[in-house]
């Protein structure tokens, strides 16, 4: 049979008040090359190398695969639920989005598994699933839809519950979420800084509030309105721009997880004098990102110097919107 190769964009997460509804795919991809191989017990044989390596350092790659890899897991996930029995594959992966960072590093690995598996059942068993059940299966490994959404389909995605997982008429369950796209029409450019932190999202998940008062509901909800409303403007009115900083406010998660990467409002101080429109903490971090005007000179400016100054490398770079999603070559 001849190689697959499947390619995930990362993606960022929450853009301030929007904890966990929404996520923007971005031009870093991971890409797993997938080898039928001989061996009869259908296991799956992963080896990693560096893609970029001003991203991500050959150093910081795994040396070997954990029993819970979510690639693996995922791979015989589908193929366990479909009733059939796995084939093996050699699969190396090029790693383009460094893990911890709040990019979807996870998520990239979880649908390149499901979607391997699927390929599988539709070459070798003549079946397959549709795309918004492969998303649906991913829920499974990762309970918030936000990065998943924006590396599976590409482009900026509302992911909005529906209170529980409707009956079809067929007996099975249909969605958990709908997906409804969004586009960014806003003259902004997406940059910031990965810093040389790792944190793993379900530790920093167990910081944010379990509820939340009236007041700040009405507050959150009224962040995530002023900022779909920003990004659809193509030109800014002197109060669209007043308003950005204001509509990056968060009271869900950006204060609870900012002792872990030092100085980070300081940072986001700094980028606002700089003249970048709103900040943000990318997912679970450690990513830092703004948006900025589209005239910006990124060169001219030294985005992580705060960080520099605490010993802490950082890659400054700008992010581009990926609208492809998920592929599949070969």
Known sequence: MPSLRISVPASTANLGP????????????????????????????????????????????????????????????LLKRAGQSPVAWDVRIIVNVPFSRGLGSSSTAILAGLTLANETLRRDFQMAYRIDQILDFALEFEPHPDNLTAALYGGWNLCMPLGGPPGNVDGTTG???????????APVRLAGIIPDLKLETRDSRQLIPVSISRADLVFQTSRVAALVYLLQQETFSPGDITAWRRAMDDRMHTSQRAHLIPGMFDIFDDWYREGAYGCFLS?????????????????????GRRLREKKIAAIQREFRVDHNGLMILG
């Open 18 to 77: 929007g904890f966990d509804i929404w996520g923007i795919a971005l031009d870093l991809r991971n890409e797993f090359i997938c080898d039928r191989a001989e061996r009869k017990d259908g296991s799956i044989k992963l080896s990693f190398l560096s893609g970029d390596h001003s991203v991500v350092a050959p150093a910081s790659l795994p040396r070997r695969v954990e029993s819970d890899n979510l690639f693996v897991r995922a791979y015989n996930y």
């Open 175 to 185: 969605p958990a979420f709908q997906r409804l796209p969004l586009v960014v029409k």
């Open 283 to 303: 997912g679970a971090g450690s990513t830092l990102m703004a948006f900025w005007p589209e005239a910006t000179d990124f060169a001219s400016l030294d985005l």
